[in-house]
């Protein structure tokens, strides 16, 4: 069985500081994990994936994840928060050739000016 | 390349009116999933084709719901007659076979009123 745990509802942070999003996965098999972003009223945009090779995944608009197989982690970060990044991110667990994909519940990021 | 395409983008509907939504994946993309997030409630999964064969639907909530995929290529999401608990935001998602990495639409806006 898989479940994944994103462990902040809502995160708020200013703008030019670091950003940290917390994901805990559950999976009884080697998982692919994911982490997607959703801007108001648009779409699921895919940030960056890990899928068993580089434990050290960088994604696009300088987002980065790391897996933690120890602490069944894959805590999402961007060293400098930018006000575009306003948007709620979600994480997700899936089985090799997309299986069972379980989204996290979403963690809203605020971006203070 | 085009990306998925969901249509309508959003639609308002009265209770027990009957709505289809359609999506086209990712050209290639024999993997096509339908998800929905209802109001204050996480991404579900709903159902899995692959080419045109129902691979899971254990998300599907009830016989009010119908999913197609004739020909193996676009998905239509049929639901009859819809409740007001049915309003939320639809995604389609299309992945290669084998390959985890699953890509969004921009997602079917339903409102039932």
């Known amino acids: 069985a898989q479940s994944v745990t994103q462990l902040d509802s809502h995160v708020s942070v200013s703008e030019g500081t670091p950003v940290l999003l917390r994901c805990n996965y559950s999976s009884s098999y080697s998982p692919s994990l994911f982490w997607y972003v959703q801007h108001p009223n648009k779409g699921l945009q895919l940030l960056l994936k890990?899928?068993?090779?580089?434990?050290l995944v960088k994604g696009i608009n300088g987002f980065e994840a790391e897996f933690k197989k120890s602490e069944t982690s894959f805590h999402l970060t961007k060293p400098s928060a930018h006000m575009s990044d306003a948007a709620e991110y979600f994480c997700?667990?899936?089985?090799?050739?997309?299986?069972?994909?379980?989204f996290g519940a979403g963690t809203r990021l605020f971006v203070k000016a | 390349e085009a990306g998925v395409t969901q249509f309508p983008s959003h639609s308002v509907i009265e209770k027990g009116q009957t709505v289809t939504l359609r999506c086209d994946p990712i050209?290639?993309?024999?993997?096509l999933y339908w998800y929905r997030r209802v109001m204050g409630k996480e991404i579900k999964f709903l159902l899995h084709f692959v080419k045109e064969s129902k691979q899971d639907e254990s998300g599907m909530p009830n016989n009010r719901f119908l999913a197609e995929r004739t020909g193996g290529t676009y998905s239509t999401l049929k639901v009859q007659p819809a409740e007001l608990e049915d309003s939320g935001v639809y995604f389609c998602?299309?992945?290669?076979?084998?390959?985890?990495?699953?890509?969004f639409g921009e997602g079917s806006w339903l409102t039932v009123v």
């Open positions: 997700v667990v899936s089985k090799a050739g997309g299986f069972k994909t379980i």
């Open positions: 050209s290639g993309h024999d993997n």
């Open positions: 890990y899928t068993s090779a580089a434990t």
């Open positions: 998602a299309s992945s290669q076979v084998g390959i985890s990495t699953i890509y």
